[in-house]
T-cell receptor
Framework: AQKITQTQPGMFVQEKEAVTLDCTYDTSDQSYGLFWYKQPSSGEMIFLIYQGSYDEQNATEGRYSLNFQKARKSTNLVISASQLGDSAMYFCAMRELVQGGKLIFGQGTELSVKP | ETGVTQTPRHLVMGMTNKKSLKCEQHLGHNAMYWYKQSAKKPLELMFVYSLEERVENNSVPSRFSPECPNSSHLFLHLHTLQPEDSALYLC??????????????FGPGTRLTVL
């Protein structure tokens, strides 16, 4: 069974607008962490933001915020005021406590920011 | 600047060659990881090392042989590879391997092409 699902293979957004990237996950564990990474064309995976399963508030980091809905098992990434440099692949990932260090990634969403 | 470096950045090798990928982290972390990223697929975890001991081998073929001589260095020795092994190989490190929160810092990757 797929643990992390990103249903949007590609997204377009106009510069300076906000965009939401979807991610749903599947786990029976009560303790887990959710991560978002950005991968530009250079290949490096850049950590963006983290949400713990027990965190009551949605995580925010600068222009990045999460819409975390635990009951629906979704953690959507919101990028506000998109910039041309935001064009990249975005990966959602989950780490379950019982799985130790294993980080499971979704298939990614390719975001293109239009000028 | 993530503190994780990988060499070489690009590698082309024949199926009979033997080569090694190198990863070095300057973050004082205790855990290191190898991932494989093939086109149009999620990242696949290959190996996890914690305090220089292998804690996970994710059903990786024996033609991939990891080595972790100390907590700062990780190698991936390659021999008798197949064309389907062509991919981006990413190294990552984190403070520890366990726990639901342990942000992983990634290197820039090695783009491997097997002819």
């Amino acid at each position: 069974a797929q643990k992390i699902t990103q249903t949007q293979p590609g997204m377009f957004v106009q510069e300076k607008e906000a965009v939401t990237l979807d991610c749903t996950y599947d786990t029976s564990d009560q303790s887990y962490g959710l991560f978002w990474y950005k991968q530009p064309s250079s290949g490096e995976m850049i950590f963006l933001i983290y949400q713990g399963s027990y965190d009551e508030q949605n995580a925010t980091e600068g222009r990045y915020s999460l819409n975390f809905q635990k009951a629906r098992k979704s953690t959507n990434l919101v990028i506000s005021a998109s910039q041309l440099g935001d064009s990249a692949m975005y990966f959602c990932a989950m780490r379950e406590l019982v799985q130790g260090g294993k980080l499971i990634f979704g298939q990614g969403t390719e975001l293109s920011v239009k000028p | 600047e993530t503190g994780v470096t990988q060499t070489p950045r690009h590698l082309v090798m024949g199926m009979t060659n033997k080569k090694s990928l190198k990863c070095e982290q300057h973050l004082g972390h205790n855990a290191m990881y190898w991932y494989k990223q093939s086109a149009k697929k999620p990242l696949e975890l290959m190996f996890v090392y914690s305090l220089e001991e292998r804690v996970e081998n994710n059903s990786v073929p024996s033609r991939f042989s990891p080595e972790c001589p100390n907590s700062s260095h990780l190698f991936l020795h390659l021999h008798t590879l197949q064309p389907e092994d062509s991919a981006l190989y990413l190294c990552a490190s984190s403070q520890d391997s366990a726990g639901s929160y342990n942000e992983q810092f990634f290197g820039p990757g090695t783009r491997l092409t097997v002819l």
